[in-house]
C-alpha cells in the first residue's frame, strides 16, 4: 500500500482524484530529476512539492520544467510548489506533501537523504548512484530493510535497460538455438564488456547543458567508478542472468580495477558551469598548471557467478563533431556473439550485430526462426547480411532516446508501486551492483595502474 496523505494536505494540493501519486522533488541538482517529469502520467498529480537549498540548482530545475510546460508538442502541466529555507529537508519529512521522494543530486548526501526518507515512511525513485563509496554501503543496505519494514519501494533509476538495442541484445541472448549458451571467459578475454563514453559538454532538450560546479567533485558526485559504471555492472547483471537474485557475498569476485583523470581548464569549466573560476572545494584537484583532473574515469574486471566481465566509463570534456556518448557491449555465446558498436562507422547510433561463431545452414536457419520469434514482440525488425554476420535492422519508432528512457523507468516504478513490492530480485541485485562499484573504488585506489 502507498503511504496516504492526510486529508489536510490532499486539500492544499488538491490533486485530481484518481491521482494516486504525488510526486516531491528533493534538492534536485542533476538534470535527471527534470527528466522524470518529461512526461505525465495519468496517476500522478500534476502537483510536485520541491524542497531544495536555495541555489541555481534548484532554478536550473524550474526552468527545465517550465519548458515541458510550454513545448508545443505534448505539452506537460506540472504544478511545481516550491520550499527553499535552509530546514528544506525536515520540511518535506514533516510536511508529508506527497508519498514518492524522486532524487537526482548531489550524491555525497545521497545516502542520507534515502535513509531519512524511506525511515519517515516515503517511496523514494532515486537517480544513481544510490551510494558512492564502502562508508555508507551498511546504511543503503539498512535502507532497504527499513523499506521493507514500512512497506515503501526503494528503486533507482536504470535508463539503459529501456535502450532497445540493449533489450535486444538481452532478448536474443536468450535463445539458446542462436547464441548458445554465455561463455565463462578469462580476464584477457572476458565474456562480457560494456564500455561507455560520456561528455562534460553537451545538450540536453534542445540547449547546451549547464552543469553544478559540484558536478567535477568526486567528493560530491562520485568517481566515475561508482557513478555511470552503476549502469554497466547493472546491464551486466540483468542480461546474464535476468530475473535471478545475485547475492554480493557469494557471487562477486573481484580481479582487479584502475581510475584514470579527465583534464579540464578554467575556460572548459566556466563554459559548462558559467562560473568564472574554480570553487574552492575543487582546488585541491588543480595541478601546478590550473588545469582540474578529475578522477572521472574507472575500469572494473571482475567474474560474476564464474563469468568473466569488464566494464569501464571515460568522460571527454567534448565529443567530436557529429558524436555523442557511446556504448560498446559484447556478449560472447557458444554460437555466437551479440555486439552493439556506435561509433563513427554506425554515425554514433547503437547498432546491434549478431556474429556467428561458425556460420553454416542450420544457423542460417536458427537466425530465421529467431527473427520471426522476437518479431512478435518487437514487429518491424529484421535482419541484414554482413560479411561478419548479421546487423539487426531496428525500426525508428523503438528508438526512443535516452531522455524518454526517464519516462519509461518511471511507468515502471508506478507499476510497481500499484502493486506493492518490486519484482524479488530488484533489491538483492541492487545491493550486488553498489557492492561491486563501491569496492572496486577501493581496489582501484590501492591499485599502481592509475
Known sequence: MLPLLAPSAIAQTNPPQNAAVRLITLDPGHFHAALVQKSSYPQVSPVVQVYA??????????????????RADNPTHWQEQVYTGPDYFEKMLAERQGNVVVMAGNNRIKTEYISKSVGAGFNVLADKPMVIDTRYFDELK???????QKNVLLYDIMTERSEITTLLQREFS??????????????????????????????????????????????????????????????????????????????????????????????????????????DYL??????????????????????????????VTWAYQAPEGAGD???????????NMVIRQGAEQQYKPTLYIEPIQENDAYATALTGAI??????????????LKTGWEVIIPEK?????????????????TYLKAGKLPVWEVPNMLAKYYTTTQALELA???KDH
Open 53 to 70: 537549498p536555495d541555489s541555481p540548482d534548484v532554478k536550473l530545475h524550474l526552468a527545465r520544467i517550465e519548458s515541458y510546460n510550454n
Open 142 to 148: 539498512a535502507a532497504f530493510a527499513t523499506a521493507a
Open 174 to 279: 536468450l535463445l539458446p538455438a542462436l547464441f548458445g549458451t554465455l561463455e565463462k571467459g578469462t580476464p584477457d578475454n572476458p565474456a562480457v564488456t560494456k564500455e561507455s563514453v560520456h561528455h562534460f559538454y553537451k545538450y540536453v532538450s534542445g540547449s547546451v547543458l549547464q552543469r553544478p560546479c559540484w558536478f567535477m567533485d568526486v567528493a560530491q558526485q562520485g568517481e566515475g567508478i561508482v557513478d555511470v559504471t552503476t549502469h554497466l555492472v547493472d546491464l551486466v547483471q540483468w542480461e546474464c542472468f535476468p530475473a535471478q537474485i545475485i547475492d554480493y557475498k557469494k557471487d562477486i569476485r573481484l580481479t582487479n580495477a584502475r581510475r584514470w583523470t579527465t583534464d579540464m581548464t578554467r575556460e572548459q569549466f566556466k563554459t559548462i558551469t558559467n562560473l568564472p573560476d574554480f570553487p
Open 283 to 312: 582546488k585541491k584537484d588543480v595541478g601546478s598548471d590550473g588545469v582540474l583532473h578529475v578522477y572521472s574515469n574507472g575500469e572494473i574486471n571482475y567474474q560474476l557467478r564464474g563469468v568473466h566481465a569488464k566494464v569501464s
Open 326 to 336: 557511446t556504448h560498446y557491449s559484447i556478449m560472447r555465446g557458444t554460437k555466437a
Open 372 to 385: 520471426k520469434t522476437m518479431q512478435q514482440q518487437y514487429p518491424g525488425i529484421g535482419l541484414k547480411k
Open 398 to 414: 523503438y528508438k526512443n532516446g535516452h531522455e524518454a528512457h526517464f519516462g519509461q523507468v518511471t511507468e515502471r516504478y508506478l
Open 445 to 447: 585506489k590501492k591499485s
